[in-house]
């Protein structure tokens, strides 16, 4: 997990608005996806798609990854979506988001056309990354075979708007506490895509909150996700990016520590330590499932750019 890129804000910008994409490259988010799915009307579509173009080309997008979230299969629009953009700015793209993806089939065919696209424009093949949101019934049941369908896959997204509706969920307000029920309505769907996503050694994702006035109410659905394991959230709004940012990195206290228990068990098992394969640190016993547990936690903290601040001493012998 070390080396992968932080994600832990990803905001949506729709295609359809050049000021909102001109916006966007200003904004402290890890990653942006450019949509041209449900923040685009129909009749909008084909002028977004020149629009992110552009706005991909022009660059000044720093650090962030940027994603291109394209119609799902069963429209009349994926293919150009994917032609035009991946044609117009393969080059400066790294990920094709792909909504409501029903099967791994699905998924397959978007790895074949991505193929064909960058080959025909003198791309390198398979650079480009696919993103599967995960928005229905059917692509839940489906979501471990979708994680394995292609190696293109970086992430497994939940798409809680579409999903309440899949699902027939009685309630309109996306992801907040329901008053009828004291539990986490999508704790079931979450640990699922979780699974799919970690079985396969990708990023799990958690999608909007659409209460973007409430940032307290995002944070408490935020961290429902985050610590369940998930690398990061939607944002809809620039209000709720530093929260995102905040709430999917290790606290500083639990990234100087885990950085401490490497370092610990680091010299625990070396000669000059003793070659000791569980040892004490303060009141605390340390193995090599505490490394690997520790090794989650400062992957995260150095992917987020976090600087320790502390340093470990090996105790007088
Ligand atoms: C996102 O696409 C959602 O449907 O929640
Ligand atoms: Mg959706």
Redesign the pocket.
Known sequence: MAELRSRRSNLAVPGSNPRFLEKAKGLGADQVFLDLE?ACAPLAKPGARKNIVAALNEGGWGEKIRTVRVNDWTTEWTFQDVIEVVGGAGANLDCIML?KVADAGQVQALDMLLTQIEKANGLEVGRIGIEA?I?TAQGLINVNQIAFASPRIETIIF?????MASINMKSLV?GALHPDYAGDPFHYILMQILMAARARGVQAID??FLQVRDVGAFREVAKRSAVLGFDGKWVLHPGQVDAANEIYSPSQEDYDHAELILDAYDWATSEAGGKKGSAMLGDEMIDEASRKMALVIAGKGRAAGMQRTSTFTPPES
């Open positions: 449900d909504p949101q928005e798409g809680p708007a579409d999903f996306v999608g909007p």
